[in-house]
């Protein structure tokens, strides 16, 4: 005679940190981890996307009413009481004492229900499958599968959405009862599935009930529930704390995101009218400089002359002619010394003329020197101010990284709101006090 051993299929409520072991409960053996097996690991916010984007899209288009469009699927339906976001069955061949995971019975039952796994989908192809494993770790080997039911050509709400009682009805299973649901009829029909592969394996299914739950796995299950319960109720203390934290520090930002604005915005109006002023300055001063070389030009030239009229009279006069009488040579002379005079006037006018405006141009050189050098001092202090508000910003992008890109917009938006508001109440006051008076 074959073996006999129960099977044991029941509904779990679907902790995906507890079957994706990311935490080891203290009756699993770590060591034995490597033997478990994997068969999918997918985010059901993913797969819901996969599953409904598209008749979503659909569902929304037709609305004319923006209050009765959905945002987001996964969420209506988390936050609902109609459907659950997704199921969980545990399989298990035997007990602890009679198919344990370290024995050659144990490896048995898990080959069993690897055969039973892979073709999991195929039979049920409206039970979306997006997380689904085989513990080796624990007392007794045992699978969680994680499903999303769903139906298609729907005529009410979303043409293809979550139903549990559509997806049993898609496989044959309508009509059911308080006592014999339709997923109670799924579970039975599994369960014969289950049975001729263990059959093919020479294990005989030994029926101790209907719809028995198998003691062990129950027992098992409850006391894992509570662990991870008392876990995740120590977590969900921390997040709290985590959540009042980055509530106060969303505050803390929210006014500091204004400052650095308000900051960011004078320095680059500062700068730009800086670099402006510092620009007409420089042309400014190489116009001066190019009128400053004319005029040394002409200086010079003055310079000429005042050097070839400043010679002896004797050097420059002409010799009076032999037996030239005074008149004569007058005569020949006095034009001459008329025109002389005539340019040294004209020469010494253009001198003073030139001296002014020199001094009038070194001054203004001299001021618009220190024009740039103010204006090259704030550029200095622009530029320092822009290091720090760049490193201000770099924090701004790390808080981003933390916090989350939304929740900073959105803080960043409401500082915005406040800061209109209070200008448009400051305008309101100033109008009030006019009309008073």
């Given amino acids: 005679m074959g073996l006999e051993r129960t099977i044991s299929m029941v509904t779990g409520k679907g902790l995906v940190s507890h079957n994706s072991r ?34 979503l899209a659909r569902y929304n288009a037709k609305q004319t009413r923006m209050d009765r469009r959905i945002d987001d699927y996964y969420e209506k339906i988390r936050s609902g009481r109609q459907e659950k976001t997704f199921h969980e069955i545990i399989v298990q061949i035997g007990d602890k004492d009679n198919m344990g995971a370290k024995t050659e019975n144990g490896r048995l039952a898990a080959k069993v229900l690897d055969e039973y796994m892979r073709d999991f989908q195929r039979r049920n192809p409206v039970l979306r499958v997006f997380s689904a494993y085989l513990h080796m770790n624990e007392a007794t080997p045992h699978l969680h599968i994680d499903f999303i039911p769903y139906t298609t050509g729907s005529k009410r709400g979303l043409d293809t959405r979550v139903s549990l009682k559509q997806a049993m009805a898609v496989l044959g299973f309508k009509g059911g009862t308080r006592s014999e649901t339709e997923l109670n009829q799924w579970i039975s029909a599994e369960k014969d599935q289950l049975a001729a592969i263990m059959q093919k394996h020479g294990i005989e299914w030994e029926k101790k009930g209907t719809h028995e739950k198998h003691l062990s796995i129950l027992d098992f299950e409850k006391k894992e529930r509570a662990k991870e319960v008392a876990e995740l109720e120590e977590k969900v203390s921390t997040l709290t704390q985590e959540k009042e934290y980055y509530a106060e520090l969303k505050e803390t930002l929210r006014e500091q995101l204004c400052d650095i604005d308000v900051e960011v915005r004078a320095a680059q109006k500062q700068r730009i009218a ?11 001063a190489e116009e001066a ?9 002409n200086i010079k030239q003055v310079e000429q002359y005042v050097v070839e009229y400043a010679r002896p009279p004797d050097n420059w006069l002409p010799e009076p002619a032999t037996l030239e009488t005074a008149k004569s040579y007058r005569k020949r002379v006095v034009p001459m010394m008329e025109k002389l005079v005539r340019s040294m006037r004209s020469i010494y006018a253009k001198y003073l003329e030139l001296k002014r405006r020199v001094g009038s141009l070194a001054k203004r050189n001299e001021d618009l020197e220190k024009q740039v050098n103010c204006l090259n001092d704030i550029l200095e202090r622009s530029q320092s101010e822009n290091t720090v508000l760049r490193g201000k910003a770099a924090d701004l992008d790390r ?3 933390v916090i989350g890109v939304p929740t900073v917009e959105q803080a960043i938006e409401e500082a915005k709101r406040i800061e209109r508001c209070f200008t448009q109440q400051k305008i309101i006051r100033r109008k009030h006090d006019r009309d008073s008076r």
């Fill in 289 to 297: 400089q190019k009128k400053l070389s004319v005029m040394n030009a």
């Fill in 274 to 284: 800086a670099e402006t002023e510092a620009s007409t300055a420089e042309k400014k």
């Fill in 22 to 55: 990311k935490f080891h409960a203290k009756n699993t053996d770590p060591e034995r981890s490597c033997w478990n097996v994997e068969y999918c690991n997918e985010s059901i916010r993913t797969v819901y996307h996969e599953l409904f984007d598209g008749a």
């Fill in 399 to 401: 808080v981003r990284a």
